[in-house]
């Protein structure tokens, strides 16, 4: 056996000493449940939540803490999937069983909530389900081909007056714009799509957003984290409108 | 002279082993007439063909396999490149030459023959040649700007009745979309255009296809194999419409 | 100390030997004033110019070349950014101050400039500043949403008669099409609507252009490379048509 | 409701047709214990097995097919990680658990197992229980520092008379040699340390190997391909060597 | 001129609204002097200094706040670099300037200061005076020839008793382990060496460090980032070690 | 057929117009020999030749340029391939022939000529003919196992005295290294291992030396170019220090 004090495998404990200036993370790796805790808390106290993903399933606890705050907010969903899966092979919170529960625990007001972009291939039941809820869907080829405008109006439709909170995750954006996420489609929007669409929601009360499913070990030259700092801002402008 | 036993060059004979668990390949690298007649081989003997390529030659044995079964097919072709020059520096079978035979030898039916993408500069000849035979092009810029349903209605008319072979070089996408390929050509197709023309060709009379020129060395976070994936897909959604 | 004569530093020295084969590069790096003079000589020796960048700030000296023979031109600039600020955090002749200098300067004829594809963020100041010239603006939202017939239109009224240039900072294009670049911005031109818009300005007298701001650093599988060079080939096909 | 008949979205049930010259995909995406038996089923089919992954769990029924045919192996193991957990943020059977189970299902003979360029950060009681097993380890800092002879020479002594097997996860390398992989660790080995270790294994029993965890979606110009296949073939050579 | 109400170009101002919960960002872009102020302030009040950079530019501030605490410290600096220059383009402070400034103010002990990896070419006069102030200097290539046992003692020696910081310039590295920084050389440490090099550093009195110069634009699969990382854990696995 | 005026397409034809100021192109693409006849009369222009590739195929007239003026030559040739086939896939002049015909034609003298990293699979016959030729070979592993201050030796040696040309293919240094080449091989020098034996080669009389197979389509962050340039650089440091 090789190994010997000059260079022996470093040990998980370290970073569990009580390094104090540097933090302390008791949540242990994987541990879904105490994370949406933790994640909910945090934005429990947030005046006006702007959250950068993480994977989609943070929009659960990032929902839960708005839910006690406003009661089932209006939902605009940007997304290549619908998410509303009751499961991910096996596992019951996760990025594609978000809205499902969002759904199912009143988080979210079905009637008031629209996906924008929706193209990935998926089951005729879950598809079904999420319509009988009373959701909206507008495919990446309905934007394509009836134009910014009209999706737009739909949104606006459909979101109505009160809360709305904006989740926007990456994938919506085709391949060639947003290459760094974990499930990407072919046929999605450019970016400026997604930002014309955004533009035209200027009015609606906006309580939050977030952006999630950026991982930049896919991306090239930085462009997905710009597509998505971008949208970030687009919403910023939003809010600055809204003041002025 | 420092090679000695302990790590000398490696011999190619090794491979040559009769390894009959791992597979037998008698035909030389760089053997293109001995590869065509293997391909065609195989290919007629696959009832319905969905060919992933190789490069664009590869097309050239896979209709010498269908016109055997059909005679001269209606083809439906997705290229940045006319492909019908009559050699390639000086190499007579190769991927820029490949139409040409295919008319020359009565493979294809050159008036149920249409071009969609087209935008790589061209010598006059050439593109008068290939007009002369019938053959329809249609370039990226007509996509673009008159739109996927005329582009749809206009291959419609051309493939008319009978069998329909489509051929999609991965080039017809711009760089953006397709980064992963041999002779990109800026000016191209979105993937959502490819796939809203593919959708409109429901009912056509399709014997087979090829997805060709992804080339994985160039890619990108398998942005390019994605989208020649999804281009498959959705021919198996036109088959399994046709069936219902 | 470890440094031995097998394995020294090297010294700067060796480049300035008088490598009379190799070339002679008296100009030292980072001298803004000396490289301007020495691009503006180059340039005034070109019969007709298509200059390959090198970052924006190149345009200067090539706009005062030409401006000695011809007086002050017409522009028609492709751009993310207006570049029209007074300075670039504190150097006054960089990337994003060419206009202003080239405007203050008399090379250009501002009511005879027009800027398309802009989208970055701008302080007001600077934009009544640019808009006050008489400058003309077609973002790049004008050109998503009004389309490039009409984006050419407006770029013909505004150049005119008489001498114009075509100054291509690649960062036009959206990050998807031209990864490779310093400053991208969301939301860009596909390179379609680019070429569109060039091929649509057939007529023009044209008396040079540059494409700048390509980054290689920064690109993938050469497609803002091509892009940019797709974009000068353009320019000689426009060219070309003139003569015939 | 914007969906209609001209671009639905694609229902999951066309790749269920029985679309019989395609292929029959019975097990649902996600079922491992189904997996692992179809797995196991075809490696039990192959004289000679040398397996291209794929994640680290399918080393497990591998295995399982040749423990069935020779009894307990000697398991050589190229990897950044010790790969003994007992589970994986709740999962039992996955990439980080492989040799534990292996172990503890008596499919390898913890005596003659080693494992060689380790140096991912580890629990005290993770590494205690492997050690205690029998397990002899090899880090990648003591390839680096006491070379590729006295690994290759401890691996002999350890792997002895008998059948060995070679499993080789592409994460041995480091990210610079192998960045196409889901857990990179830095300071890893240079592919020719691999090499040069493989080659003085000659005359060892070998029974079967595979290249595990190389993922293309995050790989560069394929060197992480080329990296995996060169491991192969050195493979084939010791093979080779071994009629001669 | 096109621009209207739908989609005008965004002004900067709108991030200057005091949007309370987002942050209130009073420093301009660009103003190096506010910038340092800023980062010693916030650099003082941490006990244990890990800072993640940035370029290289931000150790003086760091190093200002260090030096009132303990007075001037011992210096291990990895780099490519001397970074002695008096300026950097004109520029007085920035990345290629930092120590520069930090021996001629009194920050470092220049005598307990040594340079590792340094390879990049110099001009004569600029490591005359690095030497003449009593700065030890280990290239790259002595690394590489002599071997990191020989580097870490030397380094030991150099920096002796008392305070020690650690300096980490990720350009130390070579191209091939991280392309993911603004001016990389060849011919650099591999990341295996720079850990060896560091964990033979156990006992000296170390007061902080950083890892400077990542930059993830040019980055692939994250590897550079990753190496950065575990060059900063590396060190944290020191301090865990002083404490036990 | 929807070709218009308004967006035809390109003929090849512009670029064969008299732009006198942009250049003249007469060699057809894919002529060989014009090409060869066309680089040899440039290389004879030059008083001493540092040339970038292109693929190895130009050393070929690289080197009858140099031998009409110096005689057979002797050559240190970095590569990973022996590059001395009789043809390449039916071509007789190509990259992997460019060392047989330099021979066969007296333009180096095999006895002083060299060849440094070679690690490709190679048939028997062809090994044994260029052993046979007087060439000495030193492998990849060669240099990883005994060193570059032993590989220098024998370079110095088997080059001796007399006119020596240096061809250095970028596909000699690792992929990981090297990434943009056209037909890398695992298992190459580590960058500083090329510059290590280079540097030990002063007093030796240089009259050339080439850089080739540098292809930036398959780069990353332009690091293969960065390593391509610097074994230039470092050559240009031999004929400095000569002329000491």
Redesign the interface.
């Known amino acids: 056996?090789?190994?010997d004090g000059?260079?022996?495998?470093?040990?998980?404990?370290?970073?569990r000493?009580p390094?104090?200036?540097?933090g302390d993370f008791s949540i242990a790796?994987?541990d879904i449940a105490a994370s949406f805790t933790e994640i909910e808390r945090q934005a429990a106290a947030?005046?006006?939540l702007?959250a950068l993903g993480g994977d989609h399933s943070i929009t659960l606890p990032l929902l839960r803490a708005l839910a006690k705050r406003c009661g089932p907010v209006a939902l605009i969903h940007f997304d290549a999937h619908v998410d509303t899966w009751r499961e991910n092979?096996?596992q019951t919170f996760a990025h594609g069983s978000v809205f499902y529960h969002a759904i199912a625990d009143g988080l979210v007001d079905p009637h008031r909530m629209i996906q924008i972009g929706?193209?990935?291939?998926?089951?005729?039941e879950i598809?079904n389900w999420t319509?009988a809820q009373g959701v909206?869907?507008?495919?990446?080829?309905?934007v394509?081909?009836?134009g910014?405008a009209?999706?737009a109006e739909?949104i606006r439709q459909v979101a109505g007056a009160g809360p709305v909170y904006l989740s926007f995750d990456i994938d919506v954006l085709?391949?060639?714009?947003a290459?760094?996420t974990g499930t990407?489609?072919?046929?999605?929007l450019?970016?400026?799509?997604a930002?014309?669409i955004i533009?035209?929601l200027r009015g609606l009360q906006f309580i939050g957003m977030d952006v999630v499913e950026v991982c930049?070990?896919?991306?090239?030259?930085?462009?997905t984290?710009?597509?998505g700092a971008?949208m970030a801002?687009e919403y910023?402008?939003l809010?600055?409108?809204a003041?002025d």
């Open positions: 056996m090789l190994v000059d260079h022996p495998i470093h040990w998980v404990d370290p970073l000493l390094l104090a200036d540097i790796l994987g947030v005046k006006h702007v092979f096996g929706v193209r990935s291939p998926v089951e005729r598809y319509i909206t869907m507008i495919t990446a080829h309905d394509h081909e009836r910014v009209q999706a739909t085709d391949p060639a714009f290459p760094g990407p489609e072919v046929g999605g450019a970016s400026w799509q930002q014309a533009r035209r930049p070990a896919y991306d090239v030259a930085e462009i984290a710009l597509a971008t801002w910023l402008c809010l600055a409108a003041r």
